[in-house]
């Protein structure tokens, strides 16, 4: 039997367009998760005598959150799966130096609210394995991965400036993200960091290690002018959105 060139190209072709189309029936399958990760809060007595003075309100990293669980509700309705990881020591930190002891049940507030999955962590390592296999990947893909908090070019800083000044001895660095599973995303999902200078860096490494683009900033992110922008952090001068 003889093939001709032309004729082999467009089986070859439709072979490809068949395999898109049922792999993207496939992932229509699987459910769907929606992740936003909150860093902790800066302590006052580490921050107050600077110039830069980081996390004059506690919520920084928790009311932008909150907004984005409320657009994910509203977007995707009752039955989606939300789930917001929260790196409890800072807010519990702050809570205690600042004497101010509704800040956790705020937090709970918004988990009732809007019947998000809240998961309190402490470490990088936790986020991680939370998102490998928090829920049985194989099915369950994560469309949408957001970061409110402190951060480099390298890495997410859950505890910047809350038990070390100007410190961290919590974090997921760049040289990490290789521990994230390839397949955990879907092929549509969204991912950003809110956090400063990770467009500078770190978006490039999660491409690598996951397959998907990570929005991050090149330059500082302002949490102090939200109000402005629908509770999104804005970019500080000369800054741009990356990945």
Not at 111 to 124: E, K, P, S
Request: net charge positive; glycine share 8%.
């Amino acid at each position: 039997m003889v093939v001709r060139k032309g004729n082999l190209l467009r089986v070859l072709l439709w072979s490809l367009i068949l395999s898109l189309v049922f792999a993207v029936r496939g992932e229509a399958k699987n459910e769907r998760e929606y992740i936003i990760v909150s860093g902790g809060p800066a302590l006052h007595e580490w921050e107050k005598f600077k110039p830069d003075y980081h996390d004059r309100w506690w919520g920084n990293f928790i009311r932008p959150a909150r907004v984005r669980i409320q657009e994910l509700r509203a977007e995707h309705g009752a039955g989606a799966r939300i789930t917001w990881l929260v790196y409890r020591r800072g807010y519990e930190r702050r809570a205690e130096r600042m004497s101010e002891p509704a800040i956790l049940s705020n937090i709970l507030s918004v988990r009732d609210r809007y019947g998000v999955n809240l998961i309190w962590f402490r470490r990088g390592e936790e986020v991680v394995a939370y998102l490998n296999s928090g829920q049985p990947r194989d099915r369950v893909k994560i469309a949408n991965f957001e970061y409110f908090g402190h951060s480099n070019r390298a890495c997410f800083m859950f505890d910047y400036s809350n038990e070390i000044d100007s410190a961290s001895k919590s974090w997921l660095h760049e040289d990490e993200l290789w521990r994230l599973k390839r397949g955990i995303f879907t092929r549509d999902a969204f991912i950003k960091s809110w956090g400063c200078h990770t467009g500078e860096s770190m978006s490039k490494k999660w491409r690598a290690a996951t397959g998907r683009k990570m929005i991050g900033a090149i330059g500082k992110t302002d949490y102090s002018k939200m109000y402005l922008n629908n509770w999104r952090p804005v970019l500080s001068a000369g800054g741009k959105w990356a990945w």
